[in-house]
Nanobody, 124 residues
Framework: QVQLVESGGGLVQAGGSLRLSCAASARTFTTSAMGWFRQAPGTGRDFVAAVSWSGDSTDYADSVKGRFTISRDNAKNTVYLQMNSLKPEDTAIYYC?????????????????WGQGTQVTVSS
């Protein structure tokens, strides 16, 4: 069983920055691709960013390219999402996810374990 715990969410003004962290419990972290997804009220869960097991390969949703950066520290079993130039439409609950495979994937169905989510609210 993999446990994922997100932190770093909060309230920020438009144009500001936040850094989300996701700490994983599993020893398999270093062989697992990791992803961030988000869900706004009344909508489905959408892909935001993903990183391969090594950190060498990443993918981003078009809406966040150039503003968000995903990274990981395998020594700390932690994945990060640096969010800059935040917009009100970035407001959502952000979820960290882990998959039992090393390759980047962008669909919800590709991920096996999920965190509880952290709220990000961007005011205009």
């Amino acid at each position: 069983q993999v446990q994922l715990v997100e932190s770093g969410g909060g309230l920020v003004q438009a144009g500001g920055s936040l850094r989300l962290s996701c700490a994983a419990s599993a020893r398999t972290f270093t062989t697992s691709a990791m992803g961030w997804f988000r869900q706004a009220p009344g909508t489905g869960r959408d892909f935001v960013a993903a990183v391969s097991w090594s950190g060498d390969s990443t993918d981003y949703a078009d809406s966040v390219k150039g503003r968000f950066t995903i990274s990981r520290d395998n020594a700390k079993n932690t994945v990060y999402l640096q969010m800059n130039s935040l917009k009100p439409e970035d407001t959502a609950i952000y979820y960290c996810a882990s998959r039992t495979g090393p390759i980047v994937k962008i669909t919800v169905e590709s991920y096996d374990y999920w965190g509880q989510g952290t709220q990000v609210t961007v005011s205009s």
